[in-house]
């Protein structure tokens, strides 16, 4: 498990949750709690004195995946945009999940 990510690995996560809804979960029960786990994180990131964390939640049911992004900038709800405004080499410290 990596620990850390940079700021364009969370921009390509943000795109993959953005497709997940159409793709095809996996079958078993077990499976599907291993991918949630997998593709769910959060993760910190400190630039120019404010705080940034994004969030990844990722679920799984029988039929669909739900994937959605949560951002925040000094604990106040942004847009992903605000995100791609940072450098893409900021290096953000990953505090639950497994990217």
Same mark, same amino acid.
């Given at each position: ?14 795109? /993959?949750?953005?497709? =997940?809804? *159409? !793709?095809? &979960? ?16 959060? =993760?910190?990131?400190? *630039?120019? $004195?404010? =705080?940034?964390? =994004?969030?990844? $939640? !990722? ?12 951002? /925040? ?6 847009? #992903?945009?605000?995100?791609?405004? #940072? &450098?893409? $080499? #900021?290096? !953000?410290?990953?505090?639950?999940? $497994?990217?």
């Amino acid at each position: 498990m990596s620990t850390t990510i940079t700021t364009s690995s969370i921009i390509a996560q943000a795109e /993959k949750c953005r497709k =997940a809804y *159409f !793709w095809r &979960p996996r079958g078993g029960s077990s499976g599907r709690r291993a991918s949630e786990q997998q593709n769910s994180f959060i =993760a910190e990131a400190i *630039f120019d $004195d404010v =705080a940034y964390v =994004a969030e990844c $939640d !990722w679920q799984e049911s029988c039929s669909h995946i739900y994937a959605k992004m949560y951002y /925040k900038k000094d604990g106040k709800t942004v847009t #992903l945009r605000s995100i791609k405004r #940072l &450098p893409a $080499d #900021l290096i !953000w410290n990953i505090t639950g999940g $497994d990217v």
